[in-house]
């Protein structure tokens, strides 16, 4: 039971990937320019974690559906997940209302 968080997000995300394919959101529509915007994404997202973590403003909460696996101290290996689909969605969305506006 400790890995049905990590696996819902993976479903997600491959919902994510599979919506982002179909309609060329995102990775399909210019992979470079996507991989680098979800790098930057992922940096700042983990930049606002870790400064948080370390005023004392984030921590860890403790659930039977997490793995228990840290990549730093309160830091647990789904909020990577998390924070790749966060920024997934926000890209597959814009990519979606961006080509809705030049295509009327």
Do not use: K
């Not at 996507?34 to 370390?54: H, Q, T």
């Amino acid at each position: 039971m400790g890995i049905l968080y990590l696996l819902a997000l993976l479903v997600a995300l491959t919902g994510m990937v599979m919506l982002d394919r179909r309609f060329r959101l995102f990775f399909w529509r210019d992979a470079r320019r996507a991989a680098i915007v979800i790098v930057i994404g992922l940096v700042f997202f983990l930049a606002w974690d870790v400064s948080g973590i370390g005023l004392g403003i984030f921590f860890r909460g403790e659930t039977s559906f997490m793995t228990g696996l840290v990549v730093a101290p309160e830091l647990p290996i789904e909020e990577l997940f998390f924070l790749t689909l966060l920024c997934y969605l926000t890209m597959n969305l814009f990519g979606f209302l961006s080509g809705r506006r030049t295509s009327r």
